[in-house]
């Protein structure tokens, strides 16, 4: 059973995380993921979840206890945006290579600088190599259905990994939209208890958890941990399996949106993607094959997948809201790309730089970007790669 309602992807969040009731949230406030510690605080005083909150001095701390806690065998979370996250690059990196299963809810804003508190995934992108599970949500529905699968993911003994669940900044963090909110009890059953195999606190079993590795062995473990970054995309697949069968509702690696018979595809992620899906159907009824791939799951990064997926049309549109500053595109592209030549599929690929520090992404850019992918495919038009959309200079529009 659900319930409707309406919610900001913020109290969408912290509703998922009520309903899980964590063990420990330390959490430090940072715009504009602010209003989740908030709202779990709140939820706290009122007696609706006995998770142990604990404020703390900076974001590098929040980290560093939800680490412990973790350690200690507590099933454990915080949440942040931007310089919050890479106040805490370097506990990042520990959680992941200490094999934690903890949950992050990030809410996508621009790193500075300059200094700008709107959406782009120039955090989450900075982070995607730190060994933690990325997954975005379009929604407000979304950040909450991805939420509570998150524990099972990350729990899982394959994968054993730190998760963040990614929404995008005011857009979908603030914006109140319909939702509908699974039962308590049905959420409860679905995550189940958290009962680690290993952890300090087991005074029966004593352990050392982050100990100095030694040339010998370091290797290995970074190993250990890409196989099970591997392992997590058949269990992302198995969990979203179970919450659609329980709930209705369900996400794979990524959403396919009228692309069966699409020439041309654009490939996004975020909350965009409803700009471009609007798009995609205002130009089928003009008789346009066109669709959109909406990039749910960026780690574990499904590149054979999406080769698959992409290797009927004739050409992609990478949209990336990051900057890399290589020269040529993002990370999407990068990883897109090269996806695409390991699995011998010669495409038409364009890269795209849209949405940075909040700029406006409308249905109209999305027209003209197809448009020119026609070209592109039917005239050869030579293209800039890697170009600016809606940027205030002549020669970009």
């Not at 420990?24 to 706290?44: D, G, K, N, R």
């Not at 991805?146 to 990614?166: G, T, W």
């Not at 609007?278 to 574990?300: I, S």
Request: a negative charge.
């Amino acid at each position: 059973m659900s319930k409707k309602d309406r919610m900001s992807g913020n109290e969408a969040v912290a509703y998922a995380i009520r309903q899980i009731n964590p063990d420990v949230m330390p959490a430090f406030p940072i715009t504009p993921s602010t209003e989740i510690p908030q709202l779990v605080s709140t939820y706290i005083a009122n007696g609706e979840m006995d998770t142990e909150f604990i404020p703390v001095e900076s974001e590098h701390s929040s980290m560093s206890a939800t680490v412990g806690a973790e350690a200690a065998g507590a099933r454990s979370l915080t949440a942040t945006s931007s310089c919050g996250l890479a106040l805490m690059w370097e506990e990042l990196l520990i959680a992941a290579s200490n094999r934690m299963p903890c949950a992050l809810a990030l809410v996508n804003r621009t790193l500075s600088g300059p200094i700008n508190i709107n959406c782009d995934h120039s955090d989450g992108m900075g982070a995607r190599d730190t060994g933690w599970i990325q997954i975005y949500a379009e929604t407000n529905q979304e950040a909450y259905d991805n939420f509570i699968q998150a524990y099972p993911i990350a729990e899982d003994k394959r994968v054993h990994l730190p998760i963040m669940i990614c929404q995008d900044g005011f857009i979908t963090s603030h914006a109140v939209q319909n939702i509908e909110l699974n039962e308590d009890q049905d959420v409860k059953d679905f995550v189940g208890e958290y009962n680690p195999e290993e952890y300090l606190l087991n005074t029966g079993n004593p352990i050392a958890i982050g100990p100095y590795s030694i040339s010998n062995y370091a290797m290995e473990a970074r190993k250990a941990q890409e196989m099970a970054m591997e392992n997590s995309k058949e269990v992302i697949i198995e969990v979203a399996k179970k919450y659609k069968e329980k709930f209705g509702r369900g996400f794979e690696l990524f959403e396919e949106y009228r692309t069966a018979d699409a020439d041309y595809i654009m490939l996004i992620m975020g909350s965009a993607a409803g700009t471009a899906k609007q798009a995609v159907d205002d130009l089928r009824e003009k008789g346009y094959k066109v669709g959109v791939l909406k990039l749910r799951v960026f780690r574990p990064f499904p590149a054979d997948e999406i080769a698959k997926a992409l290797s009927n049309c004739k050409a992609v549109a990478i949209m990336e809201r990051t900057e890399s500053y290589n020269g040529h595109g993002g990370p999407l592209a990068s990883e897109v790309r090269a996806g695409l030549f390991e699995n011998g599929i010669n495409i038409k690929a364009v890269c795209y730089t849209y949405g940075l520090a909040g700029r406006d992404f409308t249905v109209e850019h999305v027209y003209s970007i197809f448009d020119e992918l026609k070209d592109v495919d039917l005239n050869n038009k030579k293209v800039k790669q890697h170009r600016y959309i809606n940027l205030r200079t002549k020669e970009e529009n």
